[in-house]
Each structure stands twice: as C-alpha cells, then as structure tokens.
C-alpha cells in the first residue's frame, strides 16, 4: 500500500509542477501562431520542389551514363 501511494505520489507531484511551469509559459497569440505555420509551410514547400528539381537532375545525369 505505501508502495502505491508514493507512487501516485510522486506523479501527483510531477503533474503539479508541470502546471506551475505552463503557467509561466509566455503563449504566442494567434496570429504569430498562423503567421509561424505559413512561414514554416511555405519553406517545407520551397524545399520540397528544390528537391524534386534537383533529384530529376541527378537522375538524368546519371542515365546519361548508364
């Protein structure tokens, strides 16, 4: 039984914790949040077709040789 108990204890403790640091958390607002996630899908894009261009080249050279 003191097993268990120290357990949960120990956890019930931990998610306190937690709470207390989220609550120091400065959250971004919504719309840096938006303004964050087109930045980052735009340049996931950008990359994304970089990458295709450059693999399409690679392999048309490389028939070339073969």
């Known amino acids: 039984m003191e097993l268990t108990e120290k357990y949960f204890g120990n956890w019930i403790q931990f998610f ?3 709470w207390v640091e989220l609550t120091k958390v400065t959250w971004p607002s919504k719309k840096q949040t938006i303004g964050s ?3 980052v899908i735009v340049f996931v894009f950008v990359i ?3 990458l ?4 399409i080249g690679l392999s ?3 028939r070339l040789f073969l």
């Open 52 to 55: 295709g261009i450059v693999d």
């Open 37 to 39: 996630t087109a930045v």
């Open 60 to 62: 048309s050279f490389i």
């Open 16 to 18: 306190r914790e937690v």
């Open 48 to 50: 994304a077709v970089f």
